[in-house]
């Protein structure tokens, strides 16, 4: 067996984020070696595939906002291009999502937001009880309006994940199933070792997830500021055709819940945050809080069937917003740190990591979220 060998890029983290940067690496002609411990972990397995920039809107981060649209409008050629090369589908569809209002309350917050995002360029339709009612018939009864964002997705991520493997094979990027640490110095990375392998890397990207700051060898001054936010999601069935025309989404007494119908049926409920470090066990409160909310807002659904409830870690940062490009040792890449986002930003992150390794330069819609924000507000 070899003790060394050498790729132009090595990625740790063969979740969608990282198998999407190989993939995209691989297509600019660069030899990829792609290192996960455990590839089925990541975020990807639970995460429910919504494409929804504008219901996230926040008030406070319209730089966020700008990058989740700009990765948006990439999603239909990337998906396509993805499913050409792989031979698998991906699941994107394009139904848009509901952004119901529980109350008088939530309806006013979310004309404001109607209003904010039109200042943004943002498209969104305001709907009083009526029309909500005749887009959404299975929505509770008594329900004041809602915000519809008909230029929103959805794509299933365990479909996307094995997308991106397949075609990651097929364009000739090598899989290690193992830890990795890194390999460098204040100077430069020189790669990353691999049990007794040693692999020589120019450049090496941190996308691991929830687990990037569990890497080892990272210097210290590189260091990305990741932790794992801990989420649950349930996966229900009704008998027949979904009657769900919308991802639906609602704060119920404060607690949000989103509902993404699936094209055989399946309805994915989600999801809880929760600050609990790396236990994977479901908690009983959890799934319970989500069904009691979910069936709030759809009745109809206390006639599911139940499929699976599943646990994984979302990658938080100290501002919850991803963190890509280069980190202060030459050649050491971070693609991590998305959160709620990871599914939606895989596209632009991909062809961002890309073209920073390519060509030195990261596309202006990433320059917010270097990691040298954080080094900045030190």
Same mark, same amino acid.
């Given at each position: 067996?070899?003790?060394?060998?050498?790729?132009?890029?090595?990625?740790?983290?063969?979740?969608?984020?990282?198998?999407?940067?190989?993939?995209?690496?691989?297509?600019?002609?660069?030899?990829?070696?792609?290192?996960?411990?455990?590839?089925?972990?990541?975020?990807?397995?639970?995460?429910?595939?919504?494409?929804?920039?504008?219901?996230?809107?926040?008030?406070?981060?319209?730089?966020?906002?700008?990058?989740?649209?700009?990765?948006?409008?990439?999603?239909?050629?990337?998906?396509?291009?993805?499913?050409?090369?792989?031979?698998?589908?991906?699941?994107?569809?394009?139904?848009?999502?509901?952004?119901?209002?529980?109350?008088?309350?939530?309806?006013?917050?979310?004309?404001?937001?109607?209003?904010?995002?039109?200042?943004?360029?943002?498209?969104?339709?305001?709907?009083?009880?009526?029309?909500?009612?005749?887009?959404?018939?299975?929505?509770?009864?008594?329900?004041?309006?809602?915000?519809?964002?008909?230029?929103?997705?959805?794509?299933?991520?365990?479909?996307?994940?094995?997308?991106?493997?397949?075609?990651?094979?097929?364009?000739?990027?090598?899989?290690?199933?193992?830890?990795?640490?890194?390999?460098?110095?204040?100077?430069?990375?020189?790669?990353?070792?691999?049990?007794?392998?040693?692999?020589?890397?120019?450049?090496?990207?941190?996308?691991?997830?929830?687990?990037?700051?569990?890497?080892?060898?990272?210097?210290?001054? /590189?260091?990305?500021?990741? +932790? #794992?936010?801990? =989420?649950?999601?349930?996966? $229900?069935?009704? %008998?027949?055709? *979904?009657? &769900?025309?919308?991802?639906?989404?609602?704060?119920?007494?404060?607690?949000?819940?989103?509902?993404?119908?699936?094209?055989?049926?399946?309805?994915?409920?989600?999801?809880?945050?929760?600050? /609990?470090?790396?236990?994977? +066990? #479901?908690?009983? =409160?959890?799934?319970?809080? $989500?069904?009691? %909310?979910?069936? *709030?807002? &759809?009745?109809?659904?206390?006639?599911?069937?139940?499929?699976?409830?599943?646990?994984?870690?979302?990658?938080?940062?100290?501002?919850?917003?991803?963190?890509?490009?280069?980190?202060?040792?030459?050649?050491?890449?971070?693609?991590?740190?998305?959160?709620?986002?990871?599914? $939606?930003?895989?596209?632009?992150?991909?062809?961002?990591?890309?073209?920073?390794?390519?060509?030195?330069?990261?596309?202006?819609?990433?320059?917010?979220?270097?990691?040298?924000?954080?080094?900045?507000?030190?």
């Amino acid at each position: 067996m070899p003790t060394s060998t050498t790729s132009d890029i090595t990625v740790l983290g063969a979740g969608a984020i990282g198998a999407a940067v190989a993939w995209r690496c691989a297509q600019r002609g660069l030899t990829v070696t792609l290192v996960d411990p455990a590839p089925s972990r990541g975020a990807w397995n639970t995460a429910a595939g919504m494409l929804a920039p504008v219901t996230e809107l926040h008030y406070t981060e319209t730089p966020l906002l700008r990058l989740n649209l700009a990765s948006l409008a990439q999603y239909p050629a990337f998906a396509a291009e993805l499913a050409d090369e792989s031979g698998r589908p991906t699941g994107l569809t394009e139904n848009g999502t509901l952004q119901v209002a529980w109350d008088g309350a939530d309806f006013a917050a979310l004309r404001e937001l109607h209003e904010f995002g039109r200042t943004l360029g943002v498209a969104t339709e305001l709907l009083g009880e009526a029309e909500l009612r005749a887009l959404e018939p299975a929505l509770a009864p008594g329900l004041p309006g809602g915000l519809l964002a008909a230029g929103d997705q959805s794509v299933d991520p365990r479909l996307l994940h094995a997308a991106l493997v397949t075609a990651c094979r097929r364009r000739g990027v090598r899989f290690v199933e193992s830890s990795g640490t890194v390999l460098a110095d204040e100077d430069r990375v020189r790669g990353v070792r691999v049990g007794g392998v040693e692999i020589s890397s120019p450049v090496v990207v941190l996308a691991a997830g929830a687990w990037t700051g569990t890497i080892e060898g990272v210097p210290t001054s /590189a260091a990305v500021p990741v +932790r #794992p936010v801990k =989420g649950q999601t349930l996966r $229900l069935r009704l %008998d027949g055709p *979904t009657r &769900l025309n919308h991802v639906v989404r609602a704060a119920v007494r404060g607690s949000s819940v989103y509902v993404v119908p699936r094209a055989d049926g399946q309805l994915v409920v989600g999801a809880s945050t929760e600050e /609990a470090g790396f236990d994977p +066990r #479901p908690r009983a =409160g959890a799934v319970y809080e $989500l069904l009691r %909310d979910a069936q *709030t807002v &759809l009745p109809e659904l206390s006639e599911a069937t139940w499929d699976e409830v599943s646990t994984s870690f979302r990658p938080g940062s100290p501002d919850n917003a991803p963190i890509v490009g280069p980190t202060r040792i030459p050649g050491l890449l971070a693609a991590t740190g998305h959160y709620r986002n990871g599914i $939606l930003l895989t596209p632009i992150t991909a062809s961002g990591v890309a073209d920073l390794v390519t060509t030195g330069t990261l596309p202006g819609v990433l320059a917010p979220f270097t990691p040298a924000r954080f080094a900045e507000a030190t």
